[in-house]
C-alpha cells in the first residue's frame, strides 16, 4: 500500500493570514501516461463527514472556494488556504488513488 | 442532491458480524461506485471496499477474508458486513459514493455510523 504523511499535525493561523499544508507518499502517484498526480484533499469540518475538496492535485472540486489551491507532483503535495477564514476550521486530509487499496494521510487540524 | 445514511446496530459483540445498510436518496444507485470507509477513534481513513452497482466488488486486502458488500437496487441501498469482530473494528463507518468523472475519489458521504466493539 502507497503510505501518505502529513504535515505539520496540526495549526493554528491567524484570520485572513496563509494556511499551508503538506502531503506526501511513499511512492510517485503521478501517472506517466497522462501527466496526472492521483493525489485528492478533503475538508472535514467537526460533526460532518469529510468534503473533496481538490482532485488530481490541484483542480478544484466544483463550489470550492478559491482560496483553496493545491500544488505538487509526484511524492509532494501542498494544499494552501491563501486566506483563512473561520469556517475554514477543520481537520484536512490528502488521498491518493494511484492504485488500489486507496489511503488516506493521517490528517492535519486547522485551528484559528 | 443525493444523501447518503447509515443504519445498523452501534454495538456489536466480539466475534459477531457488524451489519450496517446505507441508503441513497435524492439520486441514483446506478452508474456509479459505492464503498464503505471508515475511521477508527484517533486514527485515519481506512477505505474498506467497493461495490458497483451491477454487483461487482474489490475489497481491502487487510480486510478482504472478513468483508462482504452488497447492493439492492430495487431498495437504493447497499450493505457492509464485517465478519469476527474485534476491538480494532471500532470506527466510524461512512458508506460514500465514487465520484462519476474520478472514480477512486469521493464526493457525497453517509454523515457516519458510529459502531462499537465490545461485550
Known amino acids: 500500500d502507497i503510505v501518505m504523511t502529513q504535515s505539520p499535525d496540526s495549526l493554528a493561523v491567524s484570520l485572513g493570514e496563509r494556511a499551508t499544508i503538506n502531503c506526501k507518499s511513499s511512492?510517485?502517484?503521478?501517472?506517466?501516461?497522462?501527466?496526472?498526480?492521483?493525489l485528492a484533499w478533503y475538508q472535514r469540518k467537526p460533526g460532518q463527514p469529510p468534503k473533496l475538496l481538490i482532485y488530481w492535485a490541484s483542480t478544484r472540486e466544483s463550489g470550492v472556494p478559491d482560496r483553496f489551491s493545491g500544488s505538487g507532483s509526484g511524492t509532494d503535495f501542498t494544499l494552501t488556504i491563501s486566506s483563512l477564514q473561520a469556517e475554514d476550521v477543520a481537520v484536512y486530509y490528502c488521498q491518493q488513488y494511484y492504485s488500489t487499496p486507496p489511503t488516506f494521510g493521517p490528517g492535519t487540524k486547522v485551528d484559528i | 442532491q443525493v444523501q447518503l445514511q447509515e443504519s445498523g446496530p452501534g454495538l456489536v459483540k466480539p466475534s459477531e458480524t457488524l451489519s450496517l445498510t446505507c441508503t441513497v436518496s435524492g439520486g441514483s444507485i446506478s452508474g456509479y461506485y459505492w464503498s464503505w470507509i471508515r475511521q477508527p477513534p484517533g486514527k485515519g481513513l481506512e477505505w474498506i471496499g467497493y461495490?458497483?452497482?451491477?454487483?461487482?466488488?474489490n475489497y481491502n486486502p487487510s480486510l478482504k477474508s472478513r468483508v462482504t458488500i452488497s447492493v439492492d437496487t430495487s431498495k437504493h441501498q447497499f450493505s457492509l458486513k464485517m465478519t469476527s469482530v474485534t476491538a480494532a473494528d471500532t470506527a466510524v463507518y461512512f458508506c460514500?459514493?465514487?465520484?462519476?468523472?474520478?472514480?477512486?475519489?469521493?464526493?457525497?458521504w453517509g454523515q457516519g455510523s458510529q459502531v462499537t466493539v465490545s461485550s
Open positions: 461495490i458497483y452497482y451491477s454487483g461487482s466488488t
Open positions: 511512492q510517485s502517484v503521478l501517472y506517466s501516461s497522462n501527466n496526472k498526480n492521483y
Open positions: 460514500v459514493r465514487h465520484t462519476a468523472t474520478v472514480s477512486w475519489t469521493f464526493d457525497y
